[in-house]
């Protein structure tokens, strides 16, 4: 009888632990879409290493742009250390459009509403902690 107590009440603990990961939901709040043109990306990271490649991000999301602003859900996310970057691809091209010396075409965004001088930001400046539920906030321009 105490090792079925014991199975059960493992059972129901990993039941409990299993709904936990399940009910997770990171949402991002993206505001200053200027238009309906092309997608809103956000590449979710959780290294260093894979930082700035977008083919790399633990997840992508890519969802059809609506001016103003946007709310875009990662759902069953553990928790952990988080760095997203944003980008508004107006011209459908899945990666960011330049002008000419470099200067980019399309609005970017990051979080912590990090910003770099000629580039990204790195991505410990982006870094957020995620535990259940919570919203953050990305300003692209």
């Known amino acids: 009888m105490k090792h079925f107590f014991f199975t059960l009440l493992f059972t129901v603990a990993c039941a409990i632990g299993a709904f936990a990961q399940f009910d997770s939901v990171l949402t991002v709040k993206v505001t200053g879409i200027e238009n309906d043109n092309g997608y ?3 590449a979710l990271y959780d290294n260093a290493k894979d930082w700035d490649k977008p083919e790399l991000a633990k997840y992508l999301r890519i969802e059809p742009a609506s001016k103003g602003a946007m709310l875009i859900e990662f759902a ?3 928790p952990g250390r988080y760095s997203i970057a ?3 691809d107006e011209d ?3 990666d960011m ?3 000419p010396f470099g ?3 399309e609005a970017y965004g990051f979080s912590n509403n990090a910003r770099g001088l000629m580039g990204a930001p790195s991505f410990e400046e982006c870094i957020f902690n995620f535990e ?3 919203t953050i906030h990305i300003k692209v321009k």
């Open 132 to 134: 259940r539920s919570k």
């Open 103 to 105: 200067i980019p075409k």
């Open 76 to 78: 069953h996310l553990a």
């Open 86 to 88: 944003a980008l508004h």
């Open 97 to 99: 459009t330049f002008m």
């Open 40 to 42: 809103i990306l956000l």
């Open 92 to 94: 459908d091209s899945n």
